[in-house]
């Protein structure tokens, strides 16, 4: 009796002990799969992989920057297009209406827009954003598209506000009470307030939390994919039709039959895989050292 | 009594639908010191944020009834105005950890948007904090953060803070409970020199340092003000039976 | 002096103003979405649509029965990869909140929670896919086991952290073995709040179409066989709005309804069930 439950307690030690061994196995199992099925492209064509302009399945050369750029231009537009939307949200919820009506719609607004699956809101792009862009390139007298960076990053903000805004809603609501009602009693009016104490507070916090949406729209996939254009150029403007790292993997892998397209194609994986790991850490980082100063 | 510069009439305040504050009538005089005092929970903190109606910043939180700093109703002002005048210092040392010692000083003109010369700042710098009875300790190093000080250093910082604004009243809410005995001496004596200028509500828990500094004596008992008078006259013959109670430190 | 604060406290609600209504803007493509997809959705859905197959263009009356039943699969399988692993290692790192291990495994979930879907399906694509030899509903399924694992790990830890040390003691006390305290005692109290964080990755999955795009790949058949490719509502939804075809793009508003229902249908329930986990705890 007394063995049996002896033995019982050390299987299920175990077998906790293991299943955390899994997850870091996973992570690792991912990150040296992926490297693994780089090689070829990484022995073919070494940095220039990162900083050649052609992608040319046809004549078998590879090289991701038009990629690397269409992703960053996506998401730091998207970015800056979701800042001051995510911070007034941020501002609403955590400072202006804690409680109340006006703070339940907007949450649960928030957690909607969150919910809405990616394939979604590019489909609705899709059919409404691309002919309205497609009439603004049209009075700009741009070339008229439709589809490309811009009409991506719109998609990405909207979807980016939910997780941006939640974050910076919780950055604002770790500083402490006592330092308002300090800047409150100095006679500060609520916008005084949030702009000499709070933000400044909340810097780092802030920073993180842009750092954290960043990770997010880097990675996003579908939406991006259904309105970017497809474009193997480098982009010349906002407007151009381009790809993401994301989306030419997503466009491609099924079609990648020989061995060094498929690697190039994982090796974009790679980089994805890096570049969000590397942002998601910093920033998660940054937030776990405000947090733990406050308290 | 006469020169009364606040007058509170018929003050009741809530949370939600407690009644936390009931029908309080009190006049504060002018360049004296007044104690709140009572047992956890009668409402001083409460009290002393409705006069510079900190209050409402409470969602659900709501008053009734009149206050007036001399002849004005401070509810017909706007509160970034009455705030300037009546300053306040908290129980806990709270300096703004992103600012230094010198901007601590002059966060309310920062704060207001008051522009005033470098060298007017430098003078308000220097009067608050001697004020304060810190520019002694802190003269050498204004530039750093004030979080550095010790915690009796950083509430003289924040009252040096509240006085940079020559306010009318001072509200103290329990300045010393968070600091050393030699600590909350200097606070003490500190509170005594400057009631010559200003005008201090000071609520504490501490009988005897009630005794020692406030000249009026407020005593509150599950919100209702039970007993208010000259400290001499309350701490030797209290009317209430509850503040004798108090006093002698049968609850609280 | 006067008009300065005049000028502030037009300024206050000036700023207040922007702060309302940029965050009430941002609830607008919202509210866009959701009208458009149901104004065009709504009237494709009847009983047909949600028991046909679909249809060749040109033919009336195709249906998505197999993308549901392809969508139920796949969650079933990443349920049955990730629950345990998650749950258990939940508890691991709740029990051993300091060991070097719970660091390493915590950093791990932290960034497969960041790591891009598309990516995951690579993963999968190259563990599964590659040495079968053919897409199939089990890579899919675990390409979004995966993603879910985290939000599991996740919420059984918070859940577990927050139930009082006392019940703990209380059972050990009595003589209960550990692994009997820990399955019986502590488990059961949060079982409703590891079963929110279930919903919520349920939810999460449910939409995602990237990493089924070279895993489970589609499929215009009903199927049930794991090592088969299978549709889903999702990549329905990515490949009939992508086709020149008016007919298809019609489906896929109607799937986009069928999706968005289910998936906030899922959110509310969770919610539900959070709600009630806290007033226990
Ligand atoms: N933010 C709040 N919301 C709701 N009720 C509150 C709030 N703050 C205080 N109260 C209640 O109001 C009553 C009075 O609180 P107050 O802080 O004024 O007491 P106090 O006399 O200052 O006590 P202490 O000596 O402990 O500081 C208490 O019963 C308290 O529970
Ligand atoms: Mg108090």
């Given amino acids: ?295 | ?252 | 002096m006067q008009d300065k604060t005049l000028f502030r406290i037009m300024q206050d609600r000036f700023f207040k103003l922007v702060v309302m209504l940029l965050a009430f803007l941002s609830t607008l493509p919202l509210l866009w979405i959701l009208f458009y997809i149901f104004k065009n959705g709504i009237s494709v859905i009847n009983w047909r649509f949600l028991v046909n197959l679909p249809k060749p263009v040109g033919e009336i009356s195709g249906g998505i029965s197999n993308a549901i039943v392809g969508t139920s699969i796949l969650v079933l399988i990443s349920c049955i990869v990730s629950i345990p692993v998650g749950i258990a290692s939940g508890i691991y790192l709740s029990e051993h909140r300091k060991s070097r291990l719970s660091y390493f495994v915590r950093l791990s979930v932290e960034v497969l929670q960041g790591v891009p879907s598309i990516v995951i399906g690579i993963i999968a694509y190259l563990w599964i896919v590659k040495p079968v030899g053919s897409f199939s509903a089990l890579a899919g399924g675990i390409a979004l086991g995966i993603m879910m694992l985290p939000v599991i790990v996740r919420s059984t830890e918070e859940t577990l952290k927050l139930i009082p040390y006392y019940l703990k003691e209380a059972s050990l006390a009595l003589g209960v073995p550990y692994y009997k305290t820990i399955l019986k005692v502590i488990l059961p109290t949060g079982l409703s709040g590891i079963l929110t964080g279930v919903l919520l990755g349920i939810a999460r999955i449910a939409g995602e179409t990237a990493p089924l795009l070279f895993t489970a790949f589609g499929s215009p058949f009903m199927n049930v066989n794991i090592l088969k490719p299978v549709n889903s509502l999702p990549l329905l939804i990515f490949n009939y709005a992508m086709s020149p075809y008016a007919d298809w793009q019609k489906i896929a508003w109607g799937a986009s309804v069928v999706l968005v229902v289910m998936v906030l249908f899922l959110n509310l329930i969770a919610k539900m069930v959070a709600k009630k986990w806290k007033t226990i705890s």
């Fill in chain 2, 1 to 252: 009594m006469e020169n009364h510069i606040l007058k509170i009439e018929n003050l009741s305040a809530y949370f939600g639908k407690n009644r936390i504050l009931k029908d309080i009538n009190l006049r504060i005089s002018r360049e004296k010191v007044t104690a709140v005092m009572g047992p956890s929970g009668c409402g001083k903190t409460t009290l002393i944020r409705c006069i510079n109606r900190m209050h409402e910043l409470v969602p659900e939180a709501k008053v009734s009834g009149k206050i007036f700093l001399y002849e004005e109703n401070i509810y017909d002002l706007h509160p970034i105005i009455l705030r300037r005048k009546i300053g306040m210092v908290f129980q806990k040392p709270n300096p703004f950890p992103t600012m230094s010692i010198y901007d601590n000083v002059i966060a309310g003109y920062k704060l207001n948007g008051i522009k005033i010369s470098r060298s007017e700042q430098d003078k308000i710098v220097e009067e608050s904090l001697k004020k304060a009875a810190l520019w002694e300790e802190v003269k050498d190093g204004l530039y750093r953060t004030g979080t550095f000080l010790s915690g009796g250093q950083q509430q003289r910082l924040c009252i040096a803070r509240a006085l940079a604004m020559n306010p009318e009243i001072i509200l103290l809410d329990e300045p010393t409970s968070a600091l050393d005995p030699k600590a909350t001496q200097r606070i003490e004596e500190l509170i005594v020199e400057l009631k010559k200028t200003v005008t201090i509500i000071l609520v504490t828990h501490n009988i005897a340092q009630a005794a020692r500094v406030s000249d009026f004596t407020a005593f509150l008992y599950l919100g209702e003000l039970v007993e208010y008078g000259h400290t001499e006259k309350l701490f030797t013959v209290p009317e209430d039976k509850r503040t004798e109670e108090y006093l002698t430190g049968k609850f609280g």
């Fill in chain 1, 1 to 295: 009796m007394k063995k049996d439950s002896l033995k019982s307690e050390i299987a299920f030690q175990k077998t906790i002990y293991f299943s955390g061994v899994v997850i870091l196995l996973l992570l690792l199992g991912i990150f040296f799969t992926l490297l693994f099925s780089s090689l070829p492209s990484i022995k073919a064509f070494g940095l220039k992989f990162l900083t050649g302009r052609e992608w040319d399945p046809v004549s078998g050369n590879f090289a991701a920057l038009p990629f690397l750029a269409g992703t960053l231009l996506t998401s730091f537009l998207a970015l800056v297009i979701s800042i001051p939307f995510s911070l007034s949200i941020a501002l609403l919820l955590g400072e202006y209406s804690k409680g109340g009506a006006i703070s339940s719609f907007l949450t649960g607004m928030v957690e909607l827009l969150a919910g809405i699956p990616s394939v979604i809101y590019g489909f609705w792009g899709l059919f409404i954003l691309v002919p309205v862009i497609r009439f603004i390139e049209l009075k700009l007298g741009l070339v008229p598209y439709g589809v490309g960076i811009f009409t991506a990053s719109l998609i990405l903000s909207v979807m980016i506000i939910p997780y941006s805004a939640s974050l910076g809603k919780e950055v604002i609501n770790l500083v402490p009470r006592e330092l308002k009602e300090a800047a409150y009693s100095l006679g500060g009016t609520k916008f005084e307030v949030i702009k000499r104490v709070i933000l400044p507070y909340a810097r780092s916090g802030i920073f993180a939390g842009i750092l954290l949406s960043l990770g997010r729209a880097l990675g996003e996939t579908m939406a991006v994919t259904m309105v970017i254009g497809n474009s193997h150029f480098l982009p010349t403007s906002i407007f151009s039709p381009s790809n993401t790292m994301a989306s030419v993997i997503a466009n491609e892998f099924t079609e990648a039959v020989d061995t060094l397209y498929l690697s190039s194609l994982i090796e974009i994986g790679l980089l994805l895989f890096l570049i969000t790991t590397i942002v998601n850490i910093a920033g998660r980082y940054i937030i776990n050292k405000v947090s733990v100063e406050v308290r």
